[in-house]
């Protein structure tokens, strides 16, 4: 019997590091500008989550449950990588770690489904 693996990792491991190098620049920015940190930040990262899934599910293309599950896994990844610098430096609290990593992991899931809909488009 030949199975796929749920997750392909070369399609998690292209999205992941896109993911993680937007959220790195993203705290880096928001570290310096206060405006962006009061206004944009949260909406900035819960989008760099959806386009990470988004990658993710369009490349692998194997159907809307793995690419949510991928999404979210990519999504999560990127978004704990940046949630971690921002706690870093000190400009959140690791209070809102948790509720954060969950949104993080929501939007990565949504951004698969996008990502496989994007999929099946002819």
Same mark, same amino acid.
């Given at each position: 019997m030949n199975r796929t693996p749920p997750i392909d990792? +070369?399609?998690?491991?292209r999205a992941a590091v896109v993911g993680v190098l937007l959220q790195a620049v993203l705290v880096?920015?928001?570290h310096f500008s206060i405006w962006?940190?009061?206004h944009? +930040?949260?909406f900035a990262a819960m989008m760099i989550s959806a386009v990470s899934g988004y990658l993710y599910a369009q490349e692998v293309a194997r159907g809307y449950i793995r690419g949510a599950c991928g999404g979210a896994l990519t999504?999560?990844?990127c978004g704990m990588v940046g949630i971690g610098m921002s706690?870093?430096?000190g400009d959140t609290s690791p209070?809102?770690?948790t509720v954060?990593?969950?949104v993080s992991i929501l939007t990565g899931a949504v951004g698969g489904i996008y990502g496989q809909m994007a999929a099946d488009w002819p």
């Open positions: 990792t +070369f399609a998690f491991q880096l920015l928001a962006l940190a009061e944009a +930040f949260l999504g999560g990844t706690v870093i430096l209070v809102s770690l954060r990593a969950l």
